[in-house]
């Protein structure tokens, strides 16, 4: 409930009846008086308690908590567009390297952006990425409940998103490529790559 007085009226007035509540000692009297200072100011009771005892301001800021964002509405349009073009991958996939690769290509394609808005944007967190491009999220590409052989599955194979970092071989990326001279117009052929990642060995 909003407040009933003004609002230097109502500092001075919790200013008194703090010092008042401060003083009391008996249950039946800092009630009465609680009663009181909830009609006259329209604060919820437990709210009021916390003000009486100088643990909250008398009076909502209006100003939201935590520190403001780093990132401009232009900042968050230009990796929206970026995100969308990379076919709205999760942060873990985007963040780092893969965001300023896809930053060079934007600007080959769509013209330069200023350098410091280039860098606040590949500096982003991933966790950043998905809590900003939540909203944008195509419906369709909600995350599906798994099937309990699936599930199995997942459990037996390690799934990670970081970047590939191996010091031996034996770990391969597979891939499928269509050999269709840059147009899918027609019959093509498709292939199936392999690739060991730490050696660079390739099998198709």
Known sequence: MEPRLMKASLEDYTRVVRGRYARRTGKLARRALLDEYCQVTGFERKYAIKVLRGQRRSEPSGKSRGASSRY????????????????QPCGKRLAGEMLEVWLDSWQRNYGAVARAQVRRIAGISAAQIDRKMAAYRSAGRKRRVASGAL?????????????????????????????????????IVWALDATDIHGGWTEV
């Open 72 to 87: 401009s509405p232009a900042d968050l349009e230009l990796l929206k567009k970026v995100w969308l073009e990379a076919g």
């Open 151 to 187: 599930a199995a599955m997942q459990r037996e194979v390690a799934v990670r998103c970081e970047p590939w970092v191996e010091s031996a071989p034996g770990a391969i990326e597979i891939d499928t490529v269509a050999l269709c001279g840059g147009s899918m117009a027609g019959a």
